[in-house]
């Protein structure tokens, strides 16, 4: 169900029964020559809908800004501060919670948010312990993207426009992919990457981590539902399910 | 043209061809029986569909989160401060500052962001005073919309969830109004809300500030189109066309 | 009453009678040739007078530094953040509540104070429920202004140094007035300075918006009774009498 | 001459030539029966006046609040946290160098303002370094003060609503002492209020450190000279006079 | 070298040679009944010792305080917010860039510093950009941790008071250790840690995680030279060398 | 008792019996060329091992970083600005009341660090009314000091690597002390510097505020066993023993 088109007449109610916002929350962010700038939007709520399906959550609507500090001089792509963002979330988790809301699932397409993410979160319950707050980031699927990838992973953390992010378009909104555009960049990440800031325009010029062409809807589909599988699973816990 | 939908690869000459971005920015709050909790996110995002068309703008993801403070405690509204918003769109100017904009046109379909607006966009013209930051809601409409409506207004400022926005959502968003829920609820708004806070529980249960069954798209038509042909022409004014 | 006139040994009985506390506030800025720079502190101060004599409110020491942003590139303008004034108003609203005082009205001379004033209003509505904050500004002058004014005016919002506020000094602060300088000044106020910040430097170079010889004591007398009617009216209600 | 007295046609010039702002600040705060709850700002105003006339300076508006944390939960007292006060003086400091002013004196009447003030002073010397800023509370007194007080001092630092403050008040405020309610009530100041917070309360009642009823103008007229006389050259050397 | 044993007479010197600068940070935290809680502060600071002895680093007084959201609420355990942690550590990191380093190398000894580090390190590098800000902890010891451990790690990213930290301070520290108090306690983490906040006393009373008694000199050594040699090598990179 | 070598299994109990933290704070900042960098924190923490050792209160980790905005030019200066220490602080006061400390001992070996010490400190106050919190820096020494020292004082206030401070360094950390670097050198501070900004190397060149070879451990322990007896005493007289 889609928040924002209930009315403030019958979602009380809703609010009542279910207790479960989701917040799909990306970034616009460059992602390769085949992807477009808001890719980890369409996946987070893409994303956001299948969990509600199977949840009895409401969506909210998604906010299509993140943190992208990694990648703020490519051409599109748009930043927020940590702080900013964890400022905004947390006033989000203010009123989730006065509105009834018991847990409220940030439901993340992009990496970046991540810290900003799990520290508006820590925030919210520090101000209210009986609200749960998660933060989602396709959980439990490093097995299956192992089993599914077809070339080495450019990084042990990072994942970007490649065969894995690419099927995931693939699978979950395919209308905003061009596989004839799909490039195959498989840059040295440096290992100081991992210790020091290093805007990637220092190692890519094509912000690809991989190789897209290898893309496919199948992978993205496999991968994709145990994430599903494993949010959904991990929502229901949280609610004492 | 949807920014989010572009590449890093054909973004950057779309940028500097057109300089111009508009930020549609609504909110999710209260607005009656009839009208969904998104409104202003719908009508911000429909008008900046139809401005961009005329003036060669690139549309941002709409922002559907806002000050609403004095909505906030009526069911489905979600409040962000306004420190928050300044500062979340303080740094969005910065970005698109760096990335070749000189334009940055907040185009807002909720009044309680007005301030918020404002107060980034001096921020942003004390940073960058060669960046023009616009702050647009219904600018010109005020005679348009005395001619229009059948009812007198019930506030001199505010209108919310009326004949006329009612009005404009069925211009614009028709698919997201229920008609046969519409309703009149001509509160007494008491003259001190113009001069100390006032939350809008204590003077209406409905959220609706009019006679939101007089509403008719031909209404919303002719108030809305004004409102299009103003901003075209501030926006190409400020580009100095 | 000037409250800081009072000594600690005999105010509390007064705040505890009276329990409104009148801050005047206004601000440092151009004024024209005739008009000096703390024009808004003296009308916001002989009015705070006034308004307390009829509601036996305790007149706070004037506060005479405000925002000036618009105005802050000419001669003699004092500029003052609004984040910064609204912590400073906070500060004042929560020393005052803790007093004893349950209204805390704020008298602007100043409308750039406006955003400020209304924020600290809200942040110190949030901390103290029954705490009631006014921020007043001439209300209900619209209708008398226009009858009163014989050159119309140079902005639906605005009014500078004029016909209008010069009258006002006249009646209200005669001493500082040099209607041997007064000119004519009415510029053409863009109307993108109603969307965009403009600093007026940009359209105008004396801070004059108005025909300023037509000023009279006589025409500031008629507004400024209907403002301090309508003043103490709304503070009586507000009191609950 | 009194800066806001001016207009911004005449400022101008008078800036370039003087180049010295002088800024009363005072607070608004518990000083016994006899004395008023602006003692403060009376005497940093009477003073600023005196320096001024002798050092060619434009005296600003009296800022009349300021840090009471100690004497907070006295009746009348009104507290500004060193924080707000900090940023307010800085935003004052920015346009005051803007204007042209190369000397900030911000000549203080009320001890617990110190620390904002010079940690202003400082944050206003890193950003503009040949700026300055002065911060004056009474220089060069205490050989005077020793040799007029005819009863010890209750404490190394703090002198309150007693013989030397009302004496000061004597001299250059006459008309708000009323020495018939002087007392005199030398308190127990424990040691420890050097060492931990502790508001006044916890040691007096009456807010007076000392015996009020001793203090002459004589008193004050002595000390107060020396005060202006190392003001006005302490200034002067600033100045490179 | 010691940072602090210089005098301002022989540093400058040594500062423009080494421009390297070694912040052991560490944290005040519950680690068990056989390891202190200065475990990660003793950790940091013998490592940075190690590392400054190969690369001519200077060594900095250690930060004895750090992030410990997760076991604020067991016994002994101090708590600075990510927020202040940062800003300290980049007024820090101005002084030393101000000083001649060029190269500021944050050798932590406990995770959750870890988002303080690296966004203290960004903002850094976004207003020295030829500043290098390195955030180390335990760099590229993952197989020979595999290797030497003989129990499976409690989870996939914390480790904590276990066999693998207890062998480190036996190698680094040895005489903090009580091994005859070394416990093995292997809580069952739940998967929702890594998705919402749980402070740690959620699944564990002992903070331990995982078998210490099974820890050894050898095991610390074996990790720790490895651990060693990669921030040495990392250091060199980075300068160039 | 250092309280970081204690366990989580031990601690409790002794915060319980004790209830006193004392935190030695002081600084990296120029001393000269026979004292070195860190002379603050060796004096801080030497006392505090003394002060603890006669009233059953824990030592924390020394914080060895400061506001030393002065001398920051000189070499080797690090500075933490007011604004972030208090922050820090702050931080920390939470956490030792959440532990069950109710007396908090600032032991400070450095002046700069006055302000932000007392600001914190009332911070804490304010939240948490029944915690103390102490600023201590060598109390009650004034008439000692006067007795001891050979050359008279170059400052009423500051002191700093001079006869007196080296005296104290050569009694409590004489391994660091080098007095055959030890140098006369006793600057002419400009009145100014009480009443405005002036980093110190306006009027000196070593960081040296005297005569320092005049130093001797003799003269220290004078000193500081008054000063050691004062803090013990009040620490104990806040305890209420």
Known sequence: MMFQNETSYTVKEKIDESQIAILPIGAVEAHGPHLPLGTDNYLAERLAEKVAARTGALVLPTLPYGQVW???NFPGSINITNESLIRFLFDMGISLY???FRLFVMLNGHLGNAVALKEAARQLYNKFPDFRVLYLFY???KQVTEEVRETPTAHTTYFH???IET???QYLAEEFVDMSKAISDIPHIPPS???TPIPWEMFTSSAVLGDATLATKEKGEKIIKIAIKN???LIKEMKGE
Do not use: F, H, N, R
């Open 231 to 233: 949010m959904v699973q």
């Open 139 to 141: 959980p439990g699927v």
């Open 161 to 163: 426009a490649c065969e």
């Open 167 to 169: 099927s995931y378009m």
């Open 70 to 72: 990694s990648l703020k």
């Open 193 to 195: 990457a991992d210790i």
């Open 98 to 100: 006065e509105q009834g």
